[in-house]
């Protein structure tokens, strides 16, 4: 049975971090490629971050050097690093079973919200 769990997400002020994980059952993370993809109020998917099945990774060109993509194969998770957030950042955050875009296998979101 395949299952992708996220978690992580709460309420954080501007400036601050939180570390998203994606909790993976029923294939492997580390010869799979997957996506972070988030979705804000009002608004369309929108494509995050993605990692190949051989480790490469590519993150959405506004968000380099505020996000990072990466995983535990031991653990069977996928990570997604966020620091110095922003407001604009306040979305729901999903991993998805894709090498990017935003369509692909996704389970329940988690929620991140930035504000003051």
């Known amino acids: 049975d395949v299952q992708l769990q996220a978690s992580g997400g709460g309420l954080v002020q501007p400036g601050g971090s939180l570390r998203l994980s994606c909790a993976v059952s029923?294939?492997?993370?580390?010869?799979?490629?997957m996506t972070w993809i988030r979705q804000a109020p009002g608004k369309g998917r929108e494509w995050v971050s993605s990692i190949s099945s051989t480790g490469v990774t590519r993150t959405m060109n506004s968000l380099r050097g505020r996000f990072t993509i990466s995983r535990d194969n031991a653990k069977n998770t996928l990570y997604l690093q966020m620091n110095n957030l922003t407001p604009e950042d306040t979305a729901m955050y999903y991993c998805q079973k894709s090498s990017g875009g935003t369509t692909g296998l996704r389970g329940q979101g988690t929620q991140v919200t930035v504000s003051s």
């Open positions: 029923g294939f492997t993370v580390g010869n799979t490629a």
